[in-house]
């Protein structure tokens, strides 16, 4: 029996090596289902313009039936002389139903049939992957909610700047969660056009009807050209870009969670759960979990990386090198699986310590800005103010206190425009109540905003 398909030009059969190097079932027989639904879209719609019998679709239908019940059960034998998951899969059939099985590649080829099953996996993930995203922020909503009034430093430099709540940062992430949700969303109308027809790059001889096909496999749109429709992957890139972004959010995120935890800082703890011990030092929790999420955004990133170098010198149409897709893909959406869910999972088991956060606030003179502010609205012009709280703070450092612990008289040393209220604004509460405006750090804000996150989380 010869085994490939396109074996009867040849003079010799392929070495060995070569047999191994230019396979993809290894990996691409993750597709088999998807393949099976384009085969399937595309046998009826053969039979609909008349190039195929109704014997010959029945046949098609219930061979595939059974041969993916094989594969599911994981009882298909896959076979690396035939060289990718669509050979085999049409190997199998023709050999369980005969004539009919090898009538199904008509009008098509592995070029348009693997840029369909691609889209159509690729799809399929990206729903998944929404929400998984939206999962965690619903988590990360929650963990606000409980801290929508819980102070903390913000920082720029990584210096105590000025306070925030932990509930206004974490919304910060919310909201790159919502645009990665959105750029994923967006470049699903992209994916979701379907290169059947296009056949090996020039179309078909056949008088087929692509919207037909489109319809039974839930694609909005045809690609309208023969020569796109094969060989683009920019979809792919589009979809690996934006999960670069997913990670990338997720490992600033992770910077913090390691910082915060870190006993020099002390404003969380992860649940154990999500930690590990060290082999030799008997006292150590590592945050191994958001240091893997950290290292991964890297393997992800070079993925983005891979497959725009792939695609960058390909002369039209199909080339070979388009197989390297495949990988590069499949391993950035299992990275992200699973760091979506491993993510959500470990919000969920964060504890806050509040006094150390509180603490820390107290520490970097982070209510400068709003006497600043304060002796402006009093009638300073704000660069003078600005001089005189830096003196204020200056003397403070000195005492080693923070501002809100300078008398009244010796605040209003540095300005005579100083009053008893001027307390009121020196807190970190204070501090907080005052930024009353849209994207401002006051609870009542943060509850707004988490308030409408939910909304907008509740439509699909
Ligand atoms: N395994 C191939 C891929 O992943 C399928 C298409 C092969 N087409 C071809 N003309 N060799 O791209």
Redesign the pocket.
């Known amino acids: 029996q010869d085994t490939h398909a396109w074996s009867g030009r040849f003079s010799e059969p392929v070495s060995e090596l070569v047999k191994k190097y230019t396979a ?1 079932v290894t990996f ?1 027989k993750r597709l088999a289902e998807f393949d099976i639904e384009g085969s399937l879209a595309h046998a009826a719609m053969l039979n609909r313009v008349g190039v195929l019998s109704d014997e010959d679709l029945a046949a098609i239908r219930q061979g595939m039936a059974g041969l993916l019940e094989d594969i599911r059960q994981g009882r298909f034998e896959w076979r690396l002389d035939l ?2 998951v ?1 050979m085999n899969i049409e190997r199998r059939l023709t050999d369980l139903i005969g004539d009919a099985g090898k009538r199904l590649h008509t009008g098509r ?3 348009d049939q ?1 840029a369909t099953d691609i889209r159509l996996w690729l799809r399929d993930a990206v729903d998944g992957i929404v929400l998984l995203v939206t999962d965690l922020q619903r988590a990360l909503l929650d963990l606000a909610e409980e801290h929508a009034a819980t102070v903390m430093p913000g920082f720029t430099h990584l210096q105590v700047a000025q306070p925030v709540t932990f509930g206004h940062h974490l919304l910060a992430y919310v909201e790159m969660l919502a645009r990665d949700k959105g750029r994923l969303t967006d470049c699903r109308r992209r994916i979701n056009h379907l290169p059947l027809g296009a056949a ?1 790059l020039a179309g078909t001889t056949f008088p087929i009807d692509r919207h037909y096909t489109a319809e039974l496999l839930g694609f909005d749109a045809v690609c309208h050209n023969s020569l796109d429709a094969v060989s683009d992957r920019d979809f792919a890139i589009e979809f690996t870009a934006a999960a670069s972004l997913v990670m990338t959010h997720l490992s600033r995120l992770s910077e913090e969670l390691i910082l915060w935890m870190s006993p020099r800082v002390g404003f969380i703890d992860i649940a154990d759960r999500f930690c590990t011990g060290s082999s030799i030092m008997p006292q150590k929790k590592n945050p191994d979990v958001p240091e893997l999420v950290r290292g991964k955004t890297g393997r992800v990133n070079g993925n983005l990386v891979a497959l725009l170098t792939l695609m960058k010198s390909q002369p039209l149409a ?1 080339n ?1 090198d ?2 390297e897709d ?1 990988e590069p893909l499949f391993d950035t959406v299992d990275t992200l699986v699973d760091t979506l869910r491993i993510y959500a999972d470990m919000m969920r088991g964060i504890t806050v310590k509040a006094d150390a956060m509180r603490e820390a606030v107290l520490q970097g003179f982070a209510t400068a800005t709003d006497l600043a502010d304060y002796l402006v609205k009093k009638g300073l012009p704000f660069r003078d103010s600005h001089e005189v709280v830096a003196r204020a703070v200056r003397h403070a450092e000195g005492q080693g206190c923070d501002l809100a612990d300078l008398p009244l008289g010796v605040l209003q040393g540095f300005s005579g425009l100083v009053g008893e209220d001027v307390y009121r604004v020196l807190t970190p509460e204070g501090s907080l109540a005052q930024r009353n405006h849209v994207g401002g750090t006051a609870v009542e804000r943060v509850r707004k905003e988490i308030t409408r996150h939910r909304k907008s989380l509740a439509v699909p």
Request: aromatic letters at 6%; charged letters at 40%; glycine letters at 0%.
């Open positions: 993809s691409d060289e990718d669509h080829s592995r070029n693997v090996a199909y070979k388009n197989q495949k």
